[in-house]
């Protein structure tokens, strides 16, 4: 059996973060994931722009970037392409087409070992550690061992399969915010899209009120792309499933596929920018906003959001609002944060309390349903994953795999020299 001294399981923004900086701290790095690229939502889900990481001291006037580091790091490969553009006054979009690209050099870089199109489903344990996973793949079932694991699934698969408690969504019901199929649309007429934008949703709920829209979401969700001409649509929705249930998971893509067209046949028939205006694509997957959260050594609370907690075990910052599509029904709610204002998040929140060689990166860390409403954005996942890498390989470097024992002023000090934002 292949031995590695860090496997990382998935390779979305947490995962690829994990793998680099894993292996930029000398670790010997395997990356698995099911999809045939990096970049995750971004990349499988069409996900788009990255949002809010950065503040204003009231005071001072200054900017204050909270996501930085090997997330600054990779944006700043993409602004090579040209491949990140500011698409409104607080979101930067990036074209996920070079990022898959920019991802795929930088792990390369680092010697890190690849499996695309690999689905992870099984997990040896013993004595309250991971030996191995195993994967299938074209060349049938493989088994690789490791001495830490880091589980950047998003839905915490690794951490499940070994025996890790978790949350599914809401604590009063396991309801978890809605999924959504994102879209793109081509030859739109921008300029006059500006002027149809002001209306596009008062029409909206017209119709919606008139029964003719089925979709439940209360608006329509536009975004500028970096390319002319094409507008980026977050606005199907698909509440009450779980989308850790293989059933309910296909009847969200059925519904969510349903909506795509019934929403731009709705455009097209109704606003001359979209007159000459097609379907471009539909995400290879329907997005996946919450599912689970492990239950670790510490639960990241809504209460420590509000009162903008500063732990002593900080690796990550973060002030994006709690942004919590109803998974009922209609709605959003947010709660937004002042400028100047942030919260951080504990170490902690990685580390499960049952597997000892095992981190948990990305949307799936142990946290309520309304903190992860919050830290669950793009940005705020590659600074988790990139702790999580930092902290596997300095356990690697102990020759002490239990990641609780990593001691966090090294862990910090690694993670600000490389340019991340902790305080
Ligand atoms: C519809 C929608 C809109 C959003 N809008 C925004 C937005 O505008 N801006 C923003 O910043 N954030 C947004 N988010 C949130 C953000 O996209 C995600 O929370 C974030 O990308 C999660 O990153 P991650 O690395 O934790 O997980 P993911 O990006 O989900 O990566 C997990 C990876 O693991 C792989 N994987 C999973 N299970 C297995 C397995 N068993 N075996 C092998 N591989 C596996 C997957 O293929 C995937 O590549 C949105 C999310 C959704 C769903």
Same mark, same amino acid.
């Given at each position: 059996?292949?031995?590695? +001294? ?36 971004? /990349? ?7 949002? &809010? ?5 009231p ?20 602004a090579?392409?040209?491949? !990140?553009?500011?698409?409104?006054? !607080? +979101? ?22 690849? &499996?695309?199109?690999?689905y ?11 030996? *191995? ?5 074209? *060349?049938?079932n ?47 007429? =921008? ?27 209360? +608006? ?14 977050? *606005? ?6 779980? $989308? ?38 539909? /995400? ?22 509000l ?31 002042? $400028?100047?204002?942030?919260? !951080?998040? $504990?170490?902690?929140?990685?580390? $499960?309390?049952?597997i ?21 954005? =793009?940005?705020v ?12 390989? &300095? ?19 690694? &993670? ?5 934002v902790? +305080?």
């Amino acid at each position: 059996m292949q031995k590695y +001294d860090v496997i990382v399981a998935g390779g979305g923004f947490a995962g690829t973060a994990a793998a680099i900086s894993a292996a930029r701290g000398g670790a010997k790095v395997l990356i698995i994931d099911k999809g045939n690229s990096f970049g995750g939502a971004a /990349a499988n889900c069409l996900v788009n722009p990255y949002m &809010l990481y950065w503040t204003i001291n009231p005071k001072t006037k200054q900017k204050k970037v909270l996501s930085a580091g090997l997330f600054s790091e990779i944006n700043a490969e993409l602004a090579k392409f040209g491949a !990140t553009k500011p698409v409104n006054d !607080t +979101d930067l979009g990036f074209h996920e087409e070079y990022l898959k690209l920019v991802l795929n050099r930088m792990v390369l870089k680092e010697k890190i070992d690849i &499996l695309f199109n690999s689905y992870i489903h099984g997990c040896e344990t013993e004595e309250g550690k991971i030996k *191995s996973v195993t994967i299938v793949n074209k *060349s049938g079932n493989t088994t690789y061992a490791a001495d830490v694991f880091i589980d950047c699934t998003g839905d915490a698969d690794i951490a499940v399969m070994s025996g890790c408690p978790y949350r599914l969504g809401r604590e009063e019901d396991n309801l978890c915010q809605p999924m959504t199929l994102c879209f793109r649309v081509v030859n739109v007429d =921008m300029e006059q899209f500006k002027k149809d934008r002001q209306i596009i949703n008062t029409v909206y709920k017209e119709h919606q009120a008139a029964g003719k829209i089925k979709n439940i979401r209360e +608006d329509v969700l536009p975004f500028y792309t970096l390319i002319d001409g094409v507008i980026h649509f977050n *606005s199907t929705r698909v509440v009450k499933k779980n $989308p850790t249930d293989g059933r309910d998971i296909t009847l969200a893509e059925l519904d969510a596929r349903e909506q795509v067209f019934e929403l731009f046949d709705f455009l097209k028939a109704n606003f001359a920018s979209f007159k000459n205006a097609a379907i471009m694509n539909t /995400a290879a997957q329907i997005g996946v906003r919450e599912s689970r959260m492990i239950i670790g050594k510490y639960v990241l609370t809504q209460e420590d959001l509000l009162t903008c907690t500063h732990f002593d075990d900080t690796i990550a910052t973060c002030n994006y609002d709690i942004d919590i599509h109803n998974p009922e029904g209609s709605g959003t709610s947010h709660y937004y944060f002042k $400028p100047g204002d942030y919260y !951080t998040i $504990p170490y902690r929140c990685l580390v $499960p309390n049952e597997i000892t060689n095992l981190l948990v990166a990305g949307r799936c860390i142990s946290s309520t349903h309304e903190a992860q409403a919050s830290y669950r954005i =793009m940005p705020v996942c590659c600074c988790l994953g990139e702790a999580a890498g930092t902290a596997a390989a &300095l356990a690697v470097q102990s020759g002490n795999f239990d990641v609780e024992k990593v001691d966090i002023a090294t862990l910090q000090k690694t &993670l600000k020299d490389n340019g991340a934002v902790i +305080d």
